[in-house]
C-alpha cells in the first residue's frame, strides 16, 4: 500500500465503529479523514475542543472562513444548528463524559492500552492540547494509526516515550489489523485480506492474543 491507502483503509474502517448519533472528537491528521467515509445512515456529530459542537466539512478552496478552525487550526464549517462557545466549556464537555468517541493518533501504544502521542524527548511539540483530558473523558477511546513507524515497532510490550494517558485504549486501527486492549493483553479481532496473522505479529512487538 501507499501512504494514502493506508490512511484511506485506516479511516474506512475507524468509520464503522461510529454509530448515528454519537458525539464524536478526531485528533488532527489522520483522524479527520474519518467523516468522508461514514456508513449510510450514520450521522455523527462532530466536537472540535476548541469550542464548537456541530463541526461540518472542510471548506471548499477560496471560500474559507478565518473564524471557523478546528483545534488544530485547519479550516472548517459549522452545520446547522451547530453550537460555538468557549474552551471552558468545550472542555467541561469532554471531561463530564458528554464524548461518545474519540479517534485519535499515536506515536506508541502498549498491551496495557496505556498512550504516548504528544512528544518525542528533544523535539519540538506542539504541546499536548486535548488528548489527556479526551482520553479519560471519552467513553470509548480508538486509535487510528499506522502499524509501524519506517519499520519500527509502534504497538509494543511498554512505552517508551511520555505518556499520554495510561490503561485508556480500547481500541486499535491500522492498515494491517484491528485490535482490541483487554485486560488480558491485545487481542487481535481482524486481519485485512493483504496480510497475515504472522505478518501482523512480526509488525508488533507485544504478544498478540489470537483466537
Keep these: 500500500m501507499d501512504k494514502n ?3 484511506e483503509t485506516i479511516a474506512r474502517r475507524a468509520a464503522k465503529e461510529l454509530k448515528d448519533g454519537d458525539v464524536v472528537n478526531l485528533g488532527i491528521g489522520l483522524p479527520t479523514l474519518i467523516p468522508n467515509y461514514l456508513p449510510d445512515g450514520v450521522h455523527v456529530i462532530l466536537q472540535s475542543e476548541n469550542g464548537l459542537l456541530g463541526m461540518g466539512a472542510s471548506p471548499a478552496v477560496g471560500s474559507e472562513d478565518p473564524e471557523l478552525i478546528d483545534a488544530g487550526g485547519g479550516f472548517i464549517t459549522m452545520n ?4 460555538s462557545f468557549d474552551s471552558a466549556t468545550s472542555f467541561g464537555v469532554i471531561r463530564g463524559g ?3 468517541v474519540t479517534v485519535l493518533g499515536a506515536l506508541q501504544v502498549d498491551e496495557k ?3 504516548a502521542n504528544w512528544i518525542i524527548p528533544g523535539k519540538r511539540a506542539p504541546g499536548m492540547g486535548g488528548a489527556m483530558d479526551l482520553l479519560i473523558g471519552a467513553k470509548k477511546v480508538i486509535l487510528a494509526m499506522e502499524h509501524t513507524a519506517k519499520g519500527a515497532f509502534k504497538i509494543l510490550k511498554e512505552c517508551t ?3 499520554t494517558a495510561a490503561g485508556q485504549v480500547n481500541l486499535i486501527i491500522t492498515e494491517m489489523c484491528v485490535i482490541e486492549v483487554t485486560p488480558e493483553g491485545l487481542l487481535l479481532k481482524e486481519v485485512h485480506p493483504e496480510f497475515t496473522v504472522e505478518q501482523v ?3 508488533t512487538e507485544a504478544k498478540l492474543i489470537i483466537n
Design 5 to 7: 491507502e493506508i490512511r
Design 113 to 115: 492500552g496505556n498512550l
Design 98 to 100: 458528554h464524548v461518545d
Design 161 to 163: 516515550l511520555p505518556l
Design 201 to 203: 505479529q512480526a509488525a
Design 80 to 83: 446547522t444548528g451547530a453550537a
